[in-house]
């Protein structure tokens, strides 16, 4: 037997402090209000975090907004593109430390903060850095100007990415920046703190301030901000709508999912199987754009679910630090108690429950790769996000049927669409209600590209020159 | 071992219209996806106890080529004695599956192997171009086996099979598969390289794959190490992918043979990695799989070496040949 040893990523990679205070100003505070914050997969406290109040909000929109009149409006583009360059270079020279506390702290297997998380959050800013001094060719007509302060609030899945897919845009369209990291995942925007002073990037430009949801509404509702910037939850996103309406505050919203993963009969049915894998099962299905739902023609159904479970045996779950794990945690007790109550009511809607022999570990949450097949579109399986590795198989006969179930979601992310004919892939994607189609692969994200959803999968996009404008405004 | 219906398989006979519809029915293979995958797979991390494990079944699983035109008789007996021991520095080192040669080397090295439990592989049907005529393809392997080669390597006729003549490659494995077997009822093993760097698309290989396997090989194999692309992790992953669904579909089990350009025990790990979760732990015996090399062993045994003495060697405490 081939078994792997284990193989496990140094701990001593990365040092946290035993407490945090919020980072305004370019300082961090005091401790105050503290909670702990729990690496996923053994449940062991990491560190203290602070549980910011609006005042500590008022303090860090302030500094934000002192920032923005004295320093960085006044830079020239190439001036603020050069901090960012120094941060992308940074995230590359400490990339080890911080694929290893994200890992800690989320769960995710450092496999993919190591070769995803990390390596995208770097490229990001590399990205916007070469914006900055080339505003002017945005498509606003020369001279464009920032909106001023942006609040941005990230979740969980990807904390240090999404950080950067926030901040990076923001900074070099010459905006100053609030940024809430989520309750459960704040060690990595703590770590880029850190960075931003090792960058010294003037103070105030960058504040990060930790805590729950009311930290977050306090931030959103702060009177002295321009532009609010969210990923997360359809019902967070919804609250927000309502708190900015009939406020002069920019926002764009990146909510939920529900994926159609859309495979033809003539589909090169291998790849297709790895990118359903890939698609449902990286990060643990903890992904907004993640293709939950598998429409499977109906001639090749059997052959692709026989190789899906063949393939799914080889899936590796366990400790997150191993580098040959391919199945981290799940990042919260309360995310765990909401997968495993939708494929129990799935299951009860008619659903069949799949999952391959694993051993689970005693500490921690953890959830087995799942596919449930007899999959009604009726189902709630079908319907609503889980946000985890679960796997919802539905069947179609011809392209039409395929299209009308796939855009029959309240939501519209994403898709993809697996089929070895060109002509069929730009039809689909032409018809697709989805803000990204991928074809033949899926999860295939870069800086250049914008990304984001219709219909309740939120407004604005993010990336590539689409994601500048919406830190941008045309000159008055 | 079941025989195969090869017509019930193609659901029809067998012609060179149904042999191509059967061909072009199966699923194509996405590039990038192949190989994404393969990339994905050879960034696993083996350690100690499994690395240790690894480097054993390399060798255990290898084929010690010598395939130049200036072999000699002592070249060959040179090869077959540091097959028997590989390593004089430690005895628990394994001894390789086979040696492979050219057909008239064969007689030598059975020679000086004596009684290692090693086969002698030969390669033959006008090895490396297969441009004969097939009476002497069939002639070349007759006198292999009757010296008493335990294995075969044939090549296929490439051109045949990119001008869309599979029956003719089909016809030609299955009369090479004929003079391979014995008067005593054994019959030599036969591996029928594909030369994967000529059929150049994975759409080509996993046909040429389904169509050697068809055609009664015993394992299928990569390359000749004669042409500029050789074994590749992709190309070997898309043939085992290619066995398993066969195994899945008639219950027969084919064994694959990367050849030419695996060189160090990182490449040998990664290539164990994608048996193991493409085929699965059934095909990680010398049964099913092969490496066909020259240079690698030189590099496995002073792996092995560092792993059990905790230095590493070097270069010169492992023979040349």
Not at chain 1, 327 to 345: E, P, W
Not at chain 2, 182 to 194: D, Q, T
């Amino acid at each position: 037997m081939f078994d792997y040893a284990p193989a496990p990523e140094s701990r001593d990679l990365v040092k946290f402090q035993e407490s945090y205070g919020h980072f305004i100003g370019g300082k961090f505070t005091k401790p105050s209000n503290t909670y702990g914050t729990i690496n996923p997969a053994t449940e062991q406290t990491l560190a203290q975090i602070s549980h910011g109040t609006a005042k500590d909000v008022d303090a860090a929109v302030k500094a934000a907004r002192s920032a923005y009149e004295k320093t960085w409006s006044k830079l020239d583009g190439a001036t603020r593109g050069k901090y960012l360059y120094r941060i992308a270079r940074i995230i590359q020279e400490r990339s080890r430390e911080l694929a290893v506390a994200e890992t800690l702290n989320n769960g995710k297997p450092i496999k993919e903060t190591r070769d995803a998380d990390i390596p995208l959050a770097a490229s990001w800013f590399f990205y916007y850095a070469g914006w900055a001094d080339k505003l002017d060719y945005a498509g606003l007509g020369a001279n464009p100007m920032a909106h001023g302060v942006a609040a941005q609030v990230v979740p969980w899945n990807f904390p240090l990415m999404m950080l950067a897919w926030k901040i990076a845009p923001a900074l070099a369209a010459g905006n100053t920046v609030v940024l809430k990291p989520a309750e459960t995942t704040p060690l990595s925007a703590l770590l880029f703190a850190e960075i931003c002073q090792q960058a010294e990037l003037p103070e105030g430009v960058v504040n990060i301030v930790t805590g729950f949801g009311d930290t977050g509404a306090a931030l959103i509702d702060h009177g002295d901000i321009n532009k609010v910037a969210f990923t997360g939850s359809t019902n967070v996103g919804r609250i927000i709508a309502k708190q900015i309406a009939g406020t002069n505050k920019k926002a764009t919203l990146e909510l939920g999912g529900k994926a159609a993963n859309i495979v033809f009969e003539d589909a090169a049915l291998d790849q297709a199987v790895e990118g359903i894998v890939n698609g449902i099962f990286f990060n643990q299905g903890h992904v907004c754009c993640a293709g939950s739902r598998l429409l499977v023609q109906e001639s090749v159904q059997d052959v692709l679910i026989k190789k899906l479970k063949a393939r799914m045996e080889n899936i590796r779950l366990g400790d997150p630090m191993d580098k040959n794990t391919d199945i981290g945690a799940i990042n919260s007790k309360a995310q765990l108690t909401k997968i495993d109550r939708l494929v129990k009511q799935g299951v009860k809607e008619g659903g069949e429950r799949w999952a391959p022999a694993c051993a689970m570990p005693k500490n921690g949450f953890w959830f087995a790769p799942t596919i449930i097949t007899g999959v009604a579109p009726t189902n709630t399986v079908a319907r609503e996000e889980i946000f985890g590795p679960v796997l919802s198989v539905m069947t179609f006969r011809t392209p039409a049927e395929a299209v009308a179930k796939a855009n029959n979601s309240q939501y519209g992310l994403s898709a993809g669409v697996w089929t070895e004919k060109g002509s069929r892939i730009l039809k689909m994607a032409d018809q697709l209600n989805a803000g990204v189609v991928w074809a033949n692969t899926y999860n295939q994200f870069d800086p250049a590209s914008p990304f984001g959803g219709f219909k309740e999968s939120g407004y604005g996009r993010e990336g590539g020159r689409h994601g500048l404008l919406s830190y941008l405004k045309g000159s008055n | 071992m079941a025989a195969i219906d090869p017509e019930a398989i193609v659901g029809s006979r067998i012609t060179n219209q149904s042999l191509s519809r059967w061909l072009h029915s199966l699923p194509g293979v996405d590039k990038v996806g192949l190989e994404a995958k393969a990339l994905s797979l050879s960034t696993r991390s083996i350690k100690t106890t499994s690395k240790a494990w690894a480097l054993d079944m390399a060798i255990k699983m290898m084929d010690l080529t010598t395939l130049e035109g200036a072999d000699t008789k002592e070249r060959v007996r040179s090869l077959c004695l540091k097959a028997a021991t590989p390593d004089p520095m430690d005895l628990t080192t394994p001894q390789p599956a086979a040696i492979c040669v050219y057909g008239d080397m064969v007689a030598h090295a059975k020679e000086a192997l004596g009684k290692n439990k090693i086969y002698v592989a030969a390669v033959a049907t006008a090895f490396p171009s297969g441009r004969a005529s097939l009476q002497v393809k069939l002639a070349d392997t007759r006198d292999a086996v009757k010296a008493g080669a335990d294995e075969i390597d044939m090549v296929i006729d490439r051109g045949a099979f990119l001008s869309g003549n599979y029956l003719e490659v089909y016809k030609q494995i299955v009369a090479v598969k004929e003079v391979c077997q014995r008067k005593n009822g054994n019959h030599a093993h036969l591996k029928v390289i594909l030369e994967t760097g000529e059929l150049e698309t994975y759409d080509n290989i996993r046909r040429a794959s389904y169509l050697a396997m068809l055609a009664g090989a015993d394992f299928i194999k990569t390359s000749t190490g004669k042409v500029s692309v050789n074994a590749t992790l992709p190309i070997t992953m898309l043939m085992l992918q290619a066995v398993k669904d066969w195994y899945d579909q008639t219950k027969i089990q084919i064994g694959v043979k990367p050849a030419g350009g695996i060189r160090t025990s990182k490449d040998a790990i990664k290539y164990l990695v994608v048996v193991k979760e493409t085929a699965g732990e059934k095909w990680l015996t010398p049964k099913y799989f092969r490496f066909g090399a020259s240079s690698l062993l030189n590099d496995v045994l002073m792996q092995r070496q560092k792993l059990t003495t905790g230095n590493y060697s070097g270069r010169d405490y492992v023979s040349v040949d």
